[in-house]
């Protein structure tokens, strides 16, 4: 038996404004390195926080990037989502978050990883730490890019 749908595509931007269901409080790119060897591991995160339009929640979800130049050299690809998690009285927030993806460690095929990711920005989002479970704790971020709502 065949479902049918009353509509297959948008055909409008009033049609795409309807599916929003939140604000974005946060758009930012930061990079990270090892600050002791240059093959790494270094990368980049992506991040986006948003608040939840039916409640006061705040919600990160982005992406990994983490290099390595050992041997062949790897490359290590983490979609995260988690609460992210204001403190008024120090203007740091933080995110703690799971995440999954895929790890090549060349030559050998992509596998997929699961790792626990922590997060925490400083008041202003231009700086602040990562860790990723197994590969590093409290890596410096820089931004590259913030777009935030004040």
């Keep these: 038996m065949a479902t049918t749908l009353e509509k297959t595509h948008i055909e409008s931007n009033q049609e795409l404004e309807k599916l929003a269901s939140g604000t974005v409080s946060i758009i930012a790119k930061y990079a990270f390195q090892n600050p002791y060897?240059?093959?790494?591991?270094?990368?980049?995160?992506?991040?986006?926080i948003t608040e939840d339009s039916s409640s006061v929640t705040k919600n990160a979800f982005g992406d990994i990037v983490i290099n390595t130049l050992w041997g062949l050299g790897s490359y290590t690809n983490l979609k995260?989502?988690?609460?992210?998690?204001?403190?008024?009285?120090?203007?740091?927030?933080?995110?703690?978050?799971?995440?999954?993806?895929?790890?090549?460690?060349?030559?050998?095929?992509?596998?997929?990883i699961e790792a626990k990711v922590s997060i925490?920005?400083?008041?202003?989002?231009?700086?602040?730490?990562?860790?990723?479970?197994?590969?590093?704790?409290?890596?410096?971020?820089?931004a590259t890019y913030v777009h935030y709502q004040k």
Excluded: H, M
């Design 37 to 48: 060897s240059i093959n790494g591991p270094f990368g980049t995160l992506e991040l986006t």
């Design 80 to 112: 995260f989502t988690g609460p992210a998690k204001f403190n008024g009285s120090t203007g740091y927030t933080s995110i703690e978050a799971d995440s999954k993806g895929t790890i090549t460690v060349r030559p050998n095929p992509p596998k997929s």
């Design 120 to 142: 925490t920005l400083q008041p202003g989002f231009q700086e602040g730490t990562l860790s990723v479970e197994g590969f590093f704790s409290d890596f410096a971020i820089k």
